[in-house]
């Protein structure tokens, strides 16, 4: 099974590819089916200069579009930037909405955007780790309409200390505390290429994949987080080997928010 579940264009702030272009690019490269999933961020400390998709008017679109391809399957999806204020609300916004899959994730750390190095200023690598741990657990204890928790350990991608994945053994309490409630409120989580270029491994690592196995986790998406079509699909046979190795025989897919576990 050949899919892509975390994918951008232009209906997101930092992407300027069509869906089309998305699209085509999926079934050009031969995946089984495809995902889009464009940011809905708010409330951040820029926000105002970045436009925020509305996401009723978005999900009306991805139909319209995905209406010119009626012998391919894409599915209708949507990444949202929780913060702890705006967990009820994200549930508002997406409500009547018919999203295939939703990702929940964390983008801006206490308003703030770890892609800028000057967010670690007075940090160390492991306080920012912490916070981040923090934050999420926050978010995704008040909200629950999602479908996988979108690249664990996010901020590892720019920390300017180190290139390095942020580690399981960094965090244990806290890292499983937050497996085990995406686990016990029957979520999964997603392993994102997006890193391999500049960390040869995903976010979250296989060692996050492989705790998160260990205490029972069945859910797990795999997403390139392109926001081109040249980015998608990358480092796909990587992502299934290291899944394979963290336990699983399956990948998961969705449709109308119910998952389907694939055997790989």
């Known amino acids: 099974m050949f899919v ?17 272009s998305m699209i085509e690019k999926a079934i050009s490269m031969g995946m089984d089916h495809f995902c889009i999933t464009d940011h809905l961020d708010i409330d951040f400390g820029y926000s105002q200069f970045f436009h925020s998709l509305d996401p009723k008017a978005y999900n009306q679109l991805q139909k319209q579009v995905i209406a010119k391809y009626p012998n391919y ?33 964390v983008h801006f750390i206490q308003g703030q955007d770890p892609y800028f190095p000057e967010y670690f200023t007075g940090m160390t690598s492991q306080q920012a780790y912490e916070i981040y741990l923090q934050e999420l657990i ?17 901020p590892s991608r720019f920390i300017p200390f180190e290139k390095k ?34 960390h040869n491994m995903p976010v979250p690592g296989y060692d996050y994949v492989k705790r998160y196995k260990e205490l029972g986790g069945e859910i797990i998406t795999i997403g390139s987080d392109a926001h081109f079509p040249e980015q998608m699909g ?15 025989n399956h990948i998961t897919t969705f449709k109308n928010m119910n998952p389907t576990f694939v055997k790989i």
């Open 4 to 20: 892509d579940y975390h994918t951008h264009c232009n209906s997101s702030h930092d992407s300027i590819a069509p869906m089309e």
């Open 73 to 105: 399957d894409v599915r209708k999806g949507i990444e949202l930037g929780l913060q702890p204020h705006l967990t009820s609300t994200m549930d508002n916004l997406i409500k009547d909405c018919d999203f295939d899959f939703i990702i929940a994730s």
């Open 138 to 154: 926050a978010c995704l204890s008040s909200f629950n309409n999602y479908s996988v928790v979108g690249h664990i350990c996010y």
């Open 165 to 198: 994945i942020m580690a399981y053994a960094d965090l244990t309490d806290l890292s499983d505390q937050l497996l085990k409630l995406i686990i016990e409120s029957g979520h999964g989580i997603e392993v994102n290429t997006s890193s391999y270029p500049t």
């Open 234 to 248: 990358r480092y796909f046979d990587n992502a299934i080997q290291g899944i394979k190795h963290s336990g699983f």
